[in-house]
């Protein structure tokens, strides 16, 4: 009989502790801004890339040394249409686009302007203006890209 109050009572103690446990838990933390596109693969696909709509062999974008969340490119783009993926054999992947369809890229260029990652719906495109040589850069942390234009 000692034994089942020992027992009772040890089964009682654990409850106790591990509700007390749980009282800092009950709050729900809740994060407002958008979480980092974590991946260690970019490419872009479109008539504007060199390798054009080429699902699966898209051009791949390379990371930064300092950040692996920034992605650069830098060489030709045509005139014409392109998006941004994160894996390549596939159109059914969500891909990154403009907030607006056709957001010129050209001699102006682009600084830090806000992108999103979308899974069908829309397919919204950035539109290459100007043919010539770009630095590209998608900065998956922020949701940004930025667009200079080299030359010819």
Do not use: H
């Not at 991946?39 to 699966?56: Q, R």
């Not at 894996?87 to 806000?114: C, H, V, Y």
């Amino acid at each position: 009989m000692k034994a089942i109050y020992t027992l009772i009572w040890t089964a009682m103690l654990l409850m106790a502790v591990t509700l007390a446990g749980c009282e800092d838990e009950k709050d729900l933390v809740v994060i407002e801004e958008k979480l980092p596109i974590k991946t260690s693969t970019l490419y872009m696909v479109g008539d504007a890339t060199p390798a054009g709509w080429d699902i699966n062999a898209p051009t791949p974008f390379t990371p930064t040394e300092e950040d692996p969340l920034l992605f650069t490119y830098e060489g030709p783009l045509n005139m014409g249409e392109l998006k941004c993926c994160t894996i390549t054999g596939s159109w059914d992947a969500a891909f990154i686009q403009p907030m607006t369809q056709g957001q010129t890229i050209g001699k102006d260029g682009l600084d830090a302007e806000a992108f999103q990652m979308y899974s069908g719906g829309d397919d919204l495109k950035w539109k290459v203006a100007e043919a010539g040589k770009y630095k590209l850069l998608l900065n998956l942390r922020n949701w940004t890209i930025s667009a200079t234009y080299l030359g010819e």
